[in-house]
């Protein structure tokens, strides 16, 4: 009797361990897969942005350091290798961009110009997109980090090698209005 009670109890934890390591692989891979989507929306970006630069170009001769910034930032988050490095990029070309929407305003051509128009309504979309992505990507990761870290998923998770996530945050720099100087 005591040998099937024990059995019974092994087979019971056996499930219980394989039910949350199911559960927690899915976790995991709805953090890569919300990662993922973030970095589609900055390759949309990326891609908009030499168009953009070259259509702001014509008009904005004497905004050469704006454009040679946004195109570093450009190339820093496409050779970013970590969620921190890539938040921190692309936090930095968000402000450029904002600085050149906000220079933009001087230059009534160009805010006429159906290139730039086009050009800039895409990459707010891109923008609106990228935030949504993140915030997406936040929410997985909060639930996942949540999971591996509360009882009993955290024996699993510990014992299967599950760590916590990096969520993709804003710096500082991001959450101040740019400064435009004339």
């Known amino acids: 009797m005591l040998l099937e009670i024990s059995i019974i109890i092994l087979i019971i934890l056996g499930l219980l361990f394989v039910i949350i390591y199911n ?8 953090v890569e897969n919300a990662w993922a989507q973030i970095d589609v929306q900055l390759k949309r970006r990326y891609d908009l942005i030499p168009n953009l630069v070259e259509t702001v170009k014509g008009y904005a001769k004497h905004e050469k350091t704006l454009l040679e910034d946004i195109t570093k930032a450009r190339a820093a988050v496409m050779s970013a290798n970590s969620i921190s490095e890539t938040a921190e990029a692309s936090n930095y070309l968000s402000s450029t961009l904002k600085s050149l929407f906000a220079v933009a305003e001087n230059y009534p051509e160009l805010k006429a110009n159906q290139n730039f128009m086009q050009l800039q309504k895409d990459l ?3 923008e609106n997109k990228i935030a949504y992505s993140r915030q997406f990507y936040n929410d997985t990761v909060m639930k996942y980090n949540i999971s591996i870290q509360t009882i009993p998923k955290n024996i699993v998770a510990s014992l299967m090698g599950f760590t916590k996530k990096d969520l993709f945050e804003t710096q500082q720099a991001e959450r101040e209005t740019p400064k435009v100087k004339f």
């Open 124 to 126: 707010m979309e891109t």
């Open 23 to 30: 559960d927690l692989i899915k976790q995991r891979n709805r």
